[in-house]
């Protein structure tokens, strides 16, 4: 998953626990799907960017359906929950629309969307990541993304904030 924004390089991975909270939200919300398959979620917080990646994997199918959504953001700016919902619901409203018409063409390059008075970036992606790691360390290269929380040069302490944030989130809900 590649970022938007070309002076994007340092990042953390979303929580799991976030992660865990809004594919359980999708297995709801789109019940048929979920017993036909499995949601995913994954995603990339760099200190001028959020990117997420949403998609659904049907059983015995292997390239999955899945949105690459970027949306700018300021680390200083505060209310990181807000980008987070707004990427989500953007997400799900495109698996929606996928589900009712899989033959609609959705962009394989970035395209801007007004989503709720944010620009929302997306563009759709069929890379089955799980084959990509599978693939890489048959190969001997490891997985595509390592086990470090903070990946580049980044202020841990920007980081961290979003990080706390999102991990506070599920304990409301």
């Keep these: 998953m590649d970022p938007r924004l070309p002076q994007s390089k340092a990042w953390t991975a979303l929580p799991e626990d976030f992660k865990t909270q809004v594919i359980e939200i999708l297995g709801t919300h789109f019940q048929e799907q979920a017993g036909n398959g499995k949601f995913m979620l994954d995603g990339k917080i760099f200190k001028n960017e959020i990117l997420m990646r949403i998609g659904y994997l049907e059983k015995n199918v292997l390239r999955p359906v899945q949105f690459d959504l970027s949306i700018d953001y300021d680390s200083k700016a505060g209310q990181p929950m807000k980008f987070f919902e707004n990427l989500v619901d953007l997400g799900a409203s495109l698996l929606q629309a996928y589900f009712k018409n899989p033959d609609e063409d ?15 970036f997306l563009k759709r992606d069929t890379t089955n990541q799980e084959l990509e790691d599978i693939a890489n360390q048959l190969l001997g290269e490891g997985t595509t993304e390592g086990q470090e929380l903070i990946h580049g040069d980044l202020e841990s302490d920007e980081i961290a904030n979003i990080v706390e944030t999102l991990s506070q989130s599920k304990k409301k809900h």
């Design 106 to 120: 959705f962009p394989y390059e970035w395209h801007g969307l007004d989503f709720e008075g944010k620009t929302i």
